[in-house]
């Protein structure tokens, strides 16, 4: 009942074996905000901040990014805020920034788009750094990363932006740098990132996308889209075995992590905290609740053993058909 959901805010997010997992929200629109603070988040996971760019007329100035930002920041603390670099590009475009591309998703999108526009970029970073200034729980966090030296292009982008601001204390005391785990090639590059950045964070829907070469946004093969996919079961569980022998947290901001079965999945491959609309919060967190360690973890090892999505759809019904 709604009720009985709703007393769930109080109680932490854990398995019944008492393994601690965070429960953070997404947030896009600064509507968002007020839903995201009552749901009992632990923080925000995913700041997708296209939306402030998206419903406006033109690039937001520094100033009008360092008060969205701030308020989110401060509405927040002193719990975590991840905040995602823009990510513009495949699906989501801006009206005063025309791009006619015949492969938008294998094209100038997310942090491609920011690294070949240093203008743009250096607005936002300065915008986040002086956001961050007396507050202290901002998280950037970089999307579509592909390869490491964008990494490092940002490091240094990052360190002129602290100087222009005149922000203080160096850049690297106090704001923690993360990458997306969404483009298959960051995968196979796990531990060279893991020296670049402080946390990763699973873009399940990218990562679904481009591993099996579905569109997210084509109705045509929409069955054929399923993060509960062998191979991307296998992807999640390699990228956390990698991130933790590196001494990297790795969490989960696509709709997977909201998905009430899928979360037990995910924790039981021993992912540290999983981001999802705040509407998706307690009913997740009832699911963990319902399971100890023992048995999410028994069923990560028999999804990953899973020849066929269908097999894994199975058993995560059984699961939560004996679960109750
Ligand atoms: C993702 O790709 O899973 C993700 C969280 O980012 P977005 O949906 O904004 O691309
Ligand atoms: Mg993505």
Request: proline residues 5%; hydrophobic residues 45%; contains cysteine.
């Amino acid at each position: 009942s709604a009720a009985a959901l709703s007393n769930l805010r109080n109680l932490p997010a854990e398995t019944l074996g008492g393994a601690r997992v965070a429960l953070h929200a997404n947030i896009g629109l600064p509507s968002d905000l007020a839903t995201a603070l009552d749901s009992g988040a632990e923080g925000i996971g995913l700041f997708r901040t296209e939306f402030t760019f998206m419903v406006r007329e033109a690039f937001p100035s520094e100033d009008d990014q360092y008060r969205v930002y701030r308020n989110v920041l401060e509405a927040f603390a002193p719990r975590p805020v991840t905040i995602r670099t823009l990510d513009v590009g495949g699906d989501k475009g801006l009206p005063y920034f025309p791009m006619e591309e015949t492969n938008p998703f294998l094209g100038w999108r997310g942090i491609r788009l920011t690294l070949d526009n240093p203008g743009i970029f250096l607005t936002q970073l300065r915008a986040l750094l002086r956001a961050n200034a007396g507050v202290g729980n901002l998280q950037i966090l970089l999307p579509m990363i592909s390869s490491t030296w964008e990494v490092d292009a940002v490091r240094e982008l990052l360190a002129r932006a602290a100087a222009e601001s005149g922000v203080a204390s160096g850049f690297d005391d106090t704001v923690k740098l993360g990458a997306m785990v969404e483009v298959p090639s960051a995968l196979y590059q796990m531990d060279a990132l893991a020296k670049r950045v402080d946390f990763f964070s699973i873009g399940t829907n990218d990562l679904t996308q481009y591993l099996l070469a579905v569109d997210r946004t084509n109705a045509r093969v929409s069955s054929r889209f399923d993060s509960l996919h062998p191979a991307v079961i296998r992807a999640i569980n390699e990228a956390v075995r990698a991130a933790h022998s590196s001494q990297r947290p790795i969490s989960v901001c696509g709709e997977m992590a909201g998905d009430p079965a899928s979360a037990v999945l995910l924790v039981g491959m021993g992912i540290n905290a999983l981001s999802m609309a705040s509407a998706s919060i307690p009913s997740v967190k009832r699911a963990l609740r319902t399971f100890t360690q023992e048995q999410a973890q028994r069923l990560a090892a028999e999804a990953i053993a899973a020849e066929d999505p269908s097999a894994v759809h199975r058993l995560l019904r059984l699961a939560f058909a004996d679960a109750g």
